[in-house]
């Protein structure tokens, strides 16, 4: 497993929001930035979607920021989306799964679950066809690219997505959405951008050998530190957490065990957002969907 140094790591300052009030300024503001993004390079606003991303968040924090007006959360862990979907039902909240999944959360995900945006084997994609038939329900999927080439973060190497693409039709209960990815987790914006530009460049790619190949043809990229960046490369669904919530105290370890204990410690405790894994301390960490 690579790891980056401190001084490629973005940082971000990202106070926590423990109030009604505090949420709905947080959203206001990504809102707008994503407004300016969009507007910057000719798109409409109202062509990105905002997924906040509340994983690791306690739940009384999860209830005031739906009270502010999140009505579908982001989750990496299935385990947790679960339980807060669950002990939330009252609040008519939807899902997304951003996760890698394991087939044995399979059944899990296809009870519960609106969307999974981290599609990466036939395997997974069979287990959850499987138990979405049984349960009379379809699932709204991305399938995940790993647009950086780093090993350890998942997703499909670009040139294996087509040949995926084209087995999709077999699972009648996943709706195809689009493609998803993680870009690098650097303060390097021009290698930031790379990894959007493929995105978007393997979507129209498959587009023009099959319109069909893609579904809806959405971009599910950016996250607290790039999404800026990720909209005016196409994106249609930004994935922020600690913007809206704020920096997250849970050490990368949680999300994933492999991380050397350097590389959370090199980060600042408000270091955030950038596209590169499950972080769950201040830093994501290289997997996570935000």
């Keep these: 497993m690579t790891n ?22 947080n959203i206001a503001e990504v809102k707008q930035k994503i407004t300016e993004a969009a507007l910057r390079v000719g798109r409409d606003p109202a062509d990105v979607q905002l997924l906040p991303v509340s994983k ?24 947790e989306a679960k339980r807060k979907s669950e002990n939330l039902a009252d ?10 999944l394991q087939t044995n959360k399979a059944r899990d995900v296809a009870a519960f679950a609106s969307e999974f945006q981290a599609l990466d084997s036939l395997r997974a994609a069979a287990a959850l066809d499987r138990r979405l038939q049984a349960a009379g329900r379809s699932l709204d999927v991305y399938v995940q690219v790993n647009t950086s080439a780093e090993p350890q973060k998942y997703g499909l190497p670009p040139e294996e ?11 009648s209960s996943l709706r195809l ?15 930031v951008r790379t990894c959007f530009t493929l995105l978007r460049t393997l979507r129209d790619r498959m587009r023009d050998v099959d ?16 999404y800026e960046v990720a909209i005016e490369e196409g994106a249609t669904c930004v994935r922020v957490g600690q913007a809206i919530f704020g920096a997250r105290q849970v050490p990368d370890s949680h999300y994933w065990p492999d991380l050397v204990d ?16 499950p972080a769950e301390s ?3 960490a290289p997997n996570a969907a935000e």
């Design 262 to 277: 350097s590389q959370s410690e090199a980060s600042a405790p408000a270091a955030p957002a950038a596209p590169a894994g």
């Design 56 to 79: 690791t968040v306690p739940e009384e924090r999860v209830r005031l920021a739906i009270a502010a007006g999140c009505r579908e959360l982001g989750e990496n862990k299935v385990q």
């Design 91 to 100: 609040l008519g909240v939807a899902w997304s799964v951003i996760g890698h």
């Design 211 to 226: 319109p069909q190949l893609v579904g809806d043809g959405g971009l599910s990229m950016g996250m607290s530190g790039d």
């Design 4 to 25: 980056q140094l401190a001084d490629e790591m973005p940082i971000h300052d990202f106070p926590t929001a423990t109030s009604v009030a505090e949420f709905s300024r």
């Design 282 to 284: 201040t830093t994501p």
């Design 161 to 171: 997505l087509e040949s995926f693409l084209r087995e999709m039709p077999q699972f």
């Design 177 to 191: 959405r689009g493609l998803m990815t993680l870009a690098i987790f650097s303060s390097d914006i021009p290698r």
